[in-house]
């Protein structure tokens, strides 16, 4: 019978990994990772528990004043601007017709620094991104974007989450 | 005599080295998992929405022949309404599988009005924002340019 190391007993102890290929394989894993960080160039915080509404759209490279519809309050660049109850404005923060005080205030301040700062011809100041939770009604995502338009802000584009 | 004299006069140089491979997978690895954590997984898309003023004149040279609206409904229906040249109003039950319905509604109107591509979305106060996106992403591929009404 034909000896195997094993029925001799030789144990083979000049075994190592191959490094080289696993450095090639973590390179490609590397470049893959920082490719999608490149190219995943909108950045969106959304408060916990808000769900964003799905669609197949693709493009998704833009840039703009973020405003934020949660349950409990709407959120400017991040910072607190009115309160919701249960995705509802309450009754005295609303101008007849429409738009929100403490919103359209809150929306004329940054419109008039953006026009302070840039040349009257540019546009792309002028885009409002939405990112509502899918639950949110429609009567407050038209006080939002009345409170936003009467401001002269008038591109909206509303944030969804790719796929299903 | 210095040691680099002795090695360069009695040692021949090695050239075979090799990478210390050990520490750069070290490295890797902790790219890897911090760029694995930091990594979004949810992809975002954007919805282009303009917004229909009532009352102001449209900039555009050519007016449209028709216009198309579609209205959601608090009572769970949907409007179809078509104005202009040709005047047609059609409800839909807003159900599970509604959006099929109105694709097939949308792709009939342009077949007679091949030059359509704009369509206004409104919808009534209670209406759940999913639904209005979805009726838009439904309408986006025949209708490209869509306006939210009601706003102003």
Same mark, same amino acid.
């Given at each position: ?17 191959? +490094?080289? #290929?696993?450095?090639?394989?973590? !390179? ?53 601007? @009115? ?16 738009? #929100? ?20 011809? @540019?546009?792309?100041?002028?885009? +409002?991104? !939405?990112?509502?939770?899918?639950? @949110? ?10 409170? @936003? ?16 | ?12 140089? =090695? ?49 449209? /022949? ?9 009572? =769970? ?12 109003? /059609? /409800? ?11 694709? /097939? ?11 359509? =591509? ?11 924002? =999913? ?22």
């Amino acid at each position: 019978m034909k000896k195997t190391s094993f029925h001799t007993g030789h144990i083979n102890e000049d075994m190592s990994l191959q +490094i080289t #290929s696993m450095a090639d394989i973590f !390179i490609i894993i590397l470049v893959f990772l920082l490719k999608s960080h490149a190219t995943g160039t909108m950045n969106v915080t959304t408060p916990a528990g808000m769900s964003l509404p799905s669609s197949h759209i693709q493009d998704a490279s833009v840039e703009g004043l973020k405003i934020t519809i949660s349950k409990t309050s709407v959120q400017m660049e991040g910072d607190h601007i @009115a309160e919701l109850d249960n995705f509802l404005f309450t009754k005295p923060a609303l101008q007849p017709g429409g738009p #929100s005080n403490p919103l359209a205030k809150a929306f004329g301040q940054v419109r008039k620094r953006q026009l302070a700062n840039t040349k009257p011809t @540019a546009t792309g100041e002028s885009r +409002i991104i !939405i990112i509502a939770d899918k639950r @949110a009604p429609f009567s407050t995502i038209k006080t939002v974007m009345a409170s @936003a338009a009467m401001n002269g802000y008038t591109d909206f584009k509303l944030a969804t989450v790719r796929g299903d | 005599m210095s040691s680099y004299h002795a090695a360069k006069s009695h040692v021949p140089l =090695n050239q075979d080295f090799e990478l210390n491979m050990a520490s750069i997978i070290d490295c890797f690895t902790v790219l890897i998992a911090f760029m694995l954590i930091s990594a979004s997984f949810v992809s975002i898309g954007i919805l282009d929405a303009g917004v229909e003023a009532a009352g102001v004149e449209s900039t555009t040279t050519t007016t449209p /022949q028709v216009h198309l609206m579609v209205t959601l409904r608090d009572n =769970n229906t949907m409007t179809i309404a078509l104005s202009g040249k040709e005047r047609l109003s /059609q /409800q839909i039950q807003r159900n599970s599988g509604y959006y099929d319905e109105l694709k /097939q509604s949308v792709l009939n109107i342009k077949s007679r009005w091949k030059d359509l =591509n704009t369509v206004t979305v409104s919808a009534e106060g209670g209406v759940p924002y =999913n639904d209005i996106i979805r009726t838009m992403d439904t309408l986006r591929p025949h209708l490209p340019y869509i306006a939210v009404g009601g706003i102003l």
